[in-house]
């Protein structure tokens, strides 16, 4: 899948979470929700664009979501 | 009707029988009286006329203005009984009983007075009764046998209406005034059961006669419900279909296929041909009513379009080659194979419909999970009502709303954000306008002016919030900040019933300056003033209830939108009994039901989530098959994949996503990239136009099932005649094609009947363990969920604990979508549907609802037209970022300047063309009800339209049919 369109999907997840006061439960918030709701070559796609581009396109705290939250396996 | 609650002396009543005409309805006092009716003693609730207690205890009094749907009006004094003590000769069917009275129905001298009006109404009325259309169904005639008429002094000299002219205006019923006998019964059954008031009595006496506002039927008000011609006792409003065959034979009682409301009806048979079909009065949601769509579009299952043989082709540039059962299902499985030999599994994947029956939507979620070995099974809730299971199941704790229907009689405040009762769900927007002519009140939030607003009889709404299209989630905020910071919370039951961290931090959220009505009021274009009134009402009016529609869910905050209308019932105290709750009027019939059978990627039947262990292992050890673990593709996933070549077998049932889901060409391209479409349907629909494999499926009529709808309601569909997909075999359902497909594919399904489908549900999901086909034929119809503990089912949920246990608050901050107007795409386009047709119209296009609606057209305000030049009745040409499209233009203020709207029943005017992909942030459900567009003028259709033209006359050609699309064109 393309990455933009990705990338749009999980800042979309990040905004949603934008206004929570507890920035861990926000993060726990969007890895959850993509750890739930995305297939695994989605999530595998994502988290190595963090890796790999430095999740350039992606809100911080969706960067840090998926770099400390996100199951890939 | 349900059981009732008392029984007389001598005779025990224990159930109503819905065969019988009571005469007045039921009422349910509390308080009961006994009286004495010819010799018989009963006790009946007060206010029971005397009419129906007679009936109650066995004894028919003549009638013919009375009928039980309907508030009695006693002008035919047919019905006069005598009363010991009492004077005169009472109308029984609107006197009421009274304590100790003794009734007589029968004497020498009320025959007397009897036979006297029979033989006036006979002595106007033709003689033809042997080749009269209502003969043995008339009740005119049952009346003249019933009082022993036996001759009419008057003779037919003298003035009548004899001679009057029938009105064939209606396509589906005949209006013959030679035939009626004034008793007002369709005057009030317009009134009373549909709310529209489009019949009146005109004139007096003699003179008098049934008028639809001095138009004929088709041009008045009438929006051809059926409950008048249901109502008549005489051949004057009747079915076309009985004129034609005569009247039926035997009857099965089924469920419609249209709608969320999920009518129940009776298919009234002659042989396996459908003569009409009759709302039920027993129907939990539609008590004897009906709207033109199941009452009488159901010809389209018979129509010359449909394709009844398997056929199957290498290309889609190919002609389809028509092919045995066995040659169709061994071709899609081996292609199926060799698919996943050379792309893997995630290469393949499944679409339900919120069109199939449970059992269909289950066995097909069990192919695609067991057999096919992934999760990529998606349903097309996922453009519509995603967002509901999202939003519900995060807050309160079940995907699905909380009350039935006949709630809403108990409302005091109905709120409607983003839903058209009136067109959308109209046999349950009769019950709504009824509660609101009783007084109850009305906010309305909907960028347009639906008909409720000003333009329903008797209906207005105290609130119409005419929002930006978009800012839904803004609105709910500046509602709920006005509940919090004007002391509106209903803190002992939150404090009760809902995690209170959640309130906290969702308190302090709205409280905020910037979630104020006053800041938001540029965003929402709406008075400041007004929305705090709205909220004010909303939380102090009695009870609250707030129903909505696609308005909500098909937005890119649609999740959160959902998600504040829970909070905003949580925290008003707004759940948890009748009048009140959370209320999705789901579009299609079984959204509800394809949602809960488990045709979403990431969860089980039961809303069970693929990652959850026990679950799995349960489904594991009765499927025989190793499950994944893994959330699978959604729709716009696997479509996005095809269109990049790594998605390439497709098995869709009943679903058309060339035509429902948005931004057209991304999906046609999708299509076109796969190397397997597999399509089961009725009709060649749009996306049968790019698949390789066609299976004709069975209408509602030739098959065994349930449908859920809004209210958790599962009601069976009763097969009434032999599908017609046989080519040769024994006609097969819709269930029986996915387990051949199944067996085909190496794992056998073994199921004899449909029963036995629920049956392995019921085993496997705990909120339907109580269901079977045999509780279903006891029962009439049950809400979920059916447990141990709720054994007949759970018309209202939540009440004494939210499912979740404690209910939650969610943070709804609005985020404006990225669809935004500039000079280029200056307005807004945003859609909804009309009355007559269905969805994406295959069924209904292929009816005579056309006449009401042969076209899909733009409405656009007369400013945002004057500035461009546009008259009523021009072409125009509506372009967004994803596409072009050409409709007419029709002028009216019902839409705010700076928004156009309009429908996509028709597949030529390519509405999804012109949608983009934008979706909800949560569940990816498009965001149909914004698109950033220009309009203008122009005098040819657009390119797609073009190119689609000539590729579906190509494509309906290669099955060897004609095609009879005739697409208007601009002059
Ligand atoms: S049309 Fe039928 S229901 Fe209406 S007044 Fe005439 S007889 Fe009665
Ligand atoms: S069909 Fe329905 S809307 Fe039309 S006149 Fe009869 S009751 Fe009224
Ligand atoms: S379309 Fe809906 S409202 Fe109309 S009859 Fe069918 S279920 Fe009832
Ligand atoms: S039935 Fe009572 S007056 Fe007509």
Redesign the pocket.
Known sequence: MQTEQLIKMANQVGDFFESYPDQVQAQQGIAEHLNRFWALAMRRQIAAHVKEANGVGLHAKVISAISSYLEVE | MDDIKYTTHTQPVNRYDSDKDY?TPKKLSEKLVKLNIDGVEITVPEGTSI?HAAQLCGVTVP????TDSLE????????LVEIEGRRGYP????TPVAEGIQVRTQTSKLADVRRGVMELYISDHPLDCLTCAANGDCELQDMAGAVGLREVRYGYDGENHLKSTKDESNPYFTFDPSKCIV?SRCVRACEETQGTFALTIEGRGFGSKVSAGNKDFLESECVSCGACVQACPTATLMEKTVIEAGTPEHKITTTCAYCGVGCSFDAEMKGEEVVRMTPNKDGGANHGHSCVKGRFAWGYATHQDRITTPMIRKSIHDEWQVVSWDEAINYAASEIKRIETKYGKEAMGGITSSRCTNEEVYVTQKLVRAVFGTNNVDTCARVCHSPTGYGLKQTLGESAGTQTFDSVMQSDVIMIIGANPTDGHPVFASLMKRRLREGAKLIIADPRAIDLVENSPHVRADYHLNLRPGTNVALISALAHVVVTEGLVKEDFVRERCEWDSFVVWRDFVAKPENSPEALEATLGVKAEFVRNAARLFATGGNSAIYYGLGVTEHSQGSTTVMGIANLAMATGNVGREGVGVNPLRGQNNVQGSCDMGSMPHEYPGYRHVSDDATRTLFESAWGRPLSNDPGLRIPNMLDLAGEGKFKALYCVGEDIAQSDPNTQHVTHALENMECVIVQDLFLNETAMYAHVFFPGASFLEKNGTFTNAERRISPVRRVMAPKNGHGERGMEDWEITARLSKALGYEMRYSHACEIMDEIAALTPTFKGVSFKKLDELGSIQWPCDDANPTGTPTMHVDEFVRGKGRFFITQYVPTTEKVNAKYPLILTTGRILSQYNVGAQTRRTKNNVWHAEDLVEIHPHDAEDRGIKDGDWVGITSRAGETVLRATLTERVQPGVIYTTFHHPESGANVITTDNGDWATNCPEFKVTAVQVNRVHQLSDWQKDYQSFSEAQIAFTGKKSNKIIKQPA
Do not use: D, E, Y
Request: aromatic share 6%; with cysteine; glycine share 10%.
């Open positions: 005469g009419m009638k013919l203005c009375a009695p009006f006693g002008s035919c004094r047919l019905c109308a029984s069917c609107t008793c």
